[in-house]
């Protein structure tokens, strides 16, 4: 299916366990994000990425961490899960002048 | 950096009802998005304005970059408007630095049959 989709859309996890979150685009779209939507907060940035092998840190990065090895996939990992990373995280890709498109949403959450 | 400030937080309406959203912001910006989240939680792109009036359909929005606000215009609200709406801008810089989106905390919609 063409566009961005994300997986898996529903996670219960454990504390400390680690957990990866798959986005994936078909339009070959440069620049790719990962935001958390928490309530009280709306959308934050965590992480993105300009093109493969090319990643930076958003406006709350501590606990995840990313990689771009492929320019249509960018997966966010969380290293040893925590409750506060109970949220929903929302993929998002674009390309220069074009608007972003956002995935699903991934409802992930930490017992 | 960029503070975005929407309002009001919630609107109730009757079917059929005209409303305006408006977006505020703190400082220049290259883009402005306006979004719809449904209630099963998906975000619709609804308008990509950094400035200027576009349409489509029941919806309008405006844009006055210089004045740092936007409009969003809903006529003949039905109940499938109802959801949550977003704004969010965009100050693109050159080189990595590209594309990143602050949101503001959006407006509550629930439209009433």
């Known amino acids: 299916d063409a566009g961005i989709t994300q997986s898996p859309r529903y996670k219960i996890t454990e504390t400390g366990r680690q957990v990866t979150l798959m986005c994936h685009q078909t339009?070959?779209?440069?620049?790719m994000f990962w935001y958390r939507q928490d309530l009280g907060h709306g959308l934050r940035l965590i992480y993105y990425?300009?093109?493969?092998?090319?990643?930076d840190k958003g406006e709350v990065p501590d606990g995840y961490v990313v990689s771009r090895s492929k320019t249509e996939n960018f997966p966010l990992t969380l290293e040893s899960a925590t409750r506060s990373q109970t949220s929903v995280y929302f993929c998002?890709?674009?390309?220069?002048?074009?608007?972003?498109?956002f995935g699903q949403g991934t409802r992930l959450t930490v017992v | 950096g960029i503070q975005v400030e929407q309002s009001p937080p919630d609107l109730i309406l009757q079917e059929g009802a005209n409303s305006t959203l408006r977006c505020n912001f703190s400082?220049?910006?290259?883009?402005l998005q306006w979004f719809h989240q449904n209630p099963w939680g998906q975000l619709i792109n609804l308008f990509y304005?950094?400035?200027g009036t576009k349409q489509n359909g029941r919806l309008s929005a405006t844009t006055v970059a210089t004045e740092r606000y936007s409009l969003l215009y809903i006529s003949s609200s039905q109940t499938t408007d109802s959801g949550v709406y977003f704004c969010?801008?965009?100050?693109?810089?050159?080189?990595?630095?590209?594309?990143?989106?602050?949101f503001g905390q959006g407006t509550i919609l629930t439209v009433h049959p």
């Open positions: 998002a890709s674009l390309t220069m002048n074009t608007e972003a498109f």
């Open positions: 400082d220049s910006v290259n883009n």
């Open positions: 990425s300009a093109a493969a092998d090319i990643t």
């Open positions: 339009w070959s779209h440069s620049y």
């Open positions: 969010a801008v965009r100050r693109d810089a050159g080189g990595t630095s590209y594309g990143k989106l602050t």
């Open positions: 304005i950094p400035s």
